[in-house]
């Protein structure tokens, strides 16, 4: 059955390019990720964790099927940039691209020592595939009773007019992304043609990026050297900016990523755990490409009165007491339980796992000090 489905779209995409040229990146991964009939989120099961160990199921695994104890140290962070906030009566307490629901589920259930933050919560999921959506219904509506409220939309610009505390983990990878390639003359966008054979292949087109977007270090890139951007993710947090700077609240956006602009090609498909090539079979993959957190941050520091800070997954955990939370979690119980938990610290927060290379970056307004952050 996936078979088909994946013919259908590259045949949707061939006809695309045929009448039109090149496809670009960010048009090619928003239909694979997103086409109503066969858009990898809107048909699969993509995140593991819930048949089984997570290791063995869906296409990839995130920190919070990992364990719960991510879900609950991002709680308690969120309860402290409330209080920082001085506790504002009523709040949307957002999340953005949530998956299958477990970061909410782990952040309300934390928070039920402190019950005048859940009343003060209106929860707000945005997704943009009904069929996720249904799985956070089903996982979140055991909460439903403890909070303000809970909803769901499609979009960021459907956040109330209210101090918002927003969180998403592997969000803005997937958002579309360009690559352009340097030639003799300039860096032109790289777009996607159809081969004799009629396969997806990369190719050049006519349009350039403007110099003023490239970081240093460009004129000593050899022909052919790639660099990406991701004007979508920039116009998310400029909104996730502008909101806070207009209502307050605070946001964290956990991805993997680099601190610092760079070049190289980022795409990558994942499915089954394992890396594939992103043209091939179109929607039976999870597409995404490193987020350029350098770039996200040059973003927010337009915007009146915000402030971001950044730092590495570990860092971050470890500072909010992950080794605490683990001893509290494993004391008392059997050798294999003790084990278990010690592997899922090591999962979070060892450099050579996800420590490292996921990034934890906050969005807050000016004078406010948030946990781990300040
Ligand atoms: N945060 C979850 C899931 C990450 S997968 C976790 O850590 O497990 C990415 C999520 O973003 C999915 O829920 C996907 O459906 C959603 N998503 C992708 N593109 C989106 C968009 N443009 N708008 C809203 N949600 C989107």
Known sequence: MSEDTSNALLAKIARLIEAGGPM???????????????GYYTTRNAIGGDTGPAEETGDFITAPEVSQMFGELIGIWCIAAWQAMDRPSVFTLVEA????????????????????????ADVLFIENSAKLAEAQRNTLSRHQGSVRS????GSLTEMPDQPAILIAN????VLPFRQYAKTETAWREVGIILDEDGNLTKGATATVLER????????????????????AREAIVEQIGRHISANGGAALLIDYGHT?????????????HQHADPLHDPGEYDLTSHVDFASLRRTAATIEGIQTAIMTQ??????????????????????????????QV?????????????????IFPKGIHLPAFT
Not at 24 to 38: I, V
Not at 170 to 173: G, N, P, S, T, V
């Open 260 to 272: 610092e602009s760079g070049f190289g090609d980022t795409f990558q498909a994942i499915r089954n």
């Open 150 to 153: 809970m909803d769901w939309a």
């Open 314 to 343: 570990g860092e971050f955990l470890l500072a909010l007491g992950l080794l605490e939370r683990a001893g509290a979690l494993g004391s008392g119980k059997d050798e294999a339980t003790q084990d278990t938990i010690r592997r």
């Open 24 to 38: 670009s990146l960010a048009d090619y991964m928003h239909l694979c990720m997103a086409d109503p009939q066969s």
């Open 212 to 231: 003023d977007r490239l970081p240093a270090g460009a004129a000593d890139e050899p022909t052919g050297a790639i660099f990406e951007i991701a004007p």
């Open 97 to 120: 691209g949530p998956g299958k629901g477990t970061l909410m589920a782990d952040v309300l259930r934390a928070a039920r020592q402190m019950p005048d933050f859940l009343s003060a």
């Open 346 to 362: 090591e999962r979070l927060a060892a450099p050579e796992q996800m420590g490292q290379l996921f990034k934890v970056m906050a």
């Open 170 to 173: 592997e969000f803005l990878d």
